[in-house]
């Protein structure tokens, strides 16, 4: 399997906001279209504005399912007429590692990212 680990840099002041709407909006879809997210959050070391501000670490079976998936997200209009903008907006710029990993490793890097009642 693999796991992509993907870094963002936020504007300023923006770091809840986008993690609340990662969580209640970005996450719930990722989830419909079978895109397992294993965490996401906010740094915690915030203070340096050249580190990343936050995080989404997802897994997937290979490179292929990862581009699969992600052509069907990113593609779809239910990506693009709902959170899109609220994700992007806050977004100055992101970095993405790719790896292969163990499903031990998935599941030991899988936190409480989900929200009440999910």
């Known amino acids: 399997m693999i796991i992509e680990i ?7 002041g923006s770091v809840e906001a986008f993690v609340e709407v990662m ?7 990722l989830e419909d279209f079978e ?3 294993l965490s996401l959050g ?3 070391d915030p203070g340096d504005t050249e580190q990343p501000d936050a995080y989404l670490i997802r897994a ?4 292929a399912a990862r581009e699969v998936a992600e052509e069907r997200f990113y593609g ?7 959170p899109r903008e609220a994700v992007l907006a806050p977004i100055v710029d992101y970095h993405t ?3 292969e990993a163990t499903a ?10 989900r929200r009440p009642g999910s």
């Open 76 to 82: 779809s209009a239910a990506w693009r007429e709902g």
């Open 60 to 63: 997937f079976a290979d490179l």
């Open 104 to 113: 031990g490793a998935a599941e030991a890097l899988r936190s409480g990212t």
């Open 35 to 37: 895109i397992d997210v």
């Open 23 to 29: 969580r209640d909006s970005a996450l719930p879809l």
């Open 6 to 12: 993907r870094t963002y840099r936020l504007r300023p």
């Open 97 to 99: 590692v790719v790896l």
């Open 42 to 44: 906010a740094s915690l």
